[in-house]
Nanobody, 124 residues
Framework: VQLQASGGGLVQTGGSLRLSCRTS????????MAWFRQAIGQEREFVAT????????RYANSVKGRFIISRDNSKHTVYLQMNGLKPEDTAVYFC??????????????????WGQGTLVTVSS
């Protein structure tokens, strides 16, 4: 499955952004989905994950209470609503999918399909 991530941009501290991840072909039915991020010089880290069809959610401690992951299965799209953004949230954000991870996952190794990444920059 091919994934397209969008919605990144430049925002001030405390601001909000909503990232979207959709497939340009087929469906995301039965796929667990996740968002990861990678800052310059750092390893890719888990941000949030959502199961199929969307009943189980998990978040990294660093974003809990600020970010919300959701999915619209009719639109084959997963969202990441990011509120209260901080400079340390600056990174390239990637969405990921895998039917073998239908309950979601927190490790990059659990996902075979990745979007191209969208850059989020939070200015202080």
């Amino acid at each position: 499955v091919q994934l397209q991530a969008s919605g990144g941009g430049l925002v001030q501290t405390g601001g909000s952004l909503r990232l979207s991840c959709r497939t340009s072909e087929g469906t995301l039915s039965y796929y667990g989905m996740a968002w990861f991020r990678q800052a310059i010089g750092q390893e890719r880290e888990f941000v949030a994950t959502i199961s199929w069809p969307g009943t189980k959610l998990r978040y990294a401690n660093s974003v809990k209470g600020r970010f919300i992951i959701s999915r619209d299965n009719s639109k084959h799209t997963v969202y990441l609503q990011m509120n209260g953004l901080k400079p340390e949230d600056t990174a390239v954000y990637f969405c990921a999918a895998d039917r073998s991870s239908s309950l979601g996952g927190t490790s990059p190794e659990e996902f075979r399909f990745w979007g191209q990444g969208t850059l989020v920059t939070v200015s202080s």
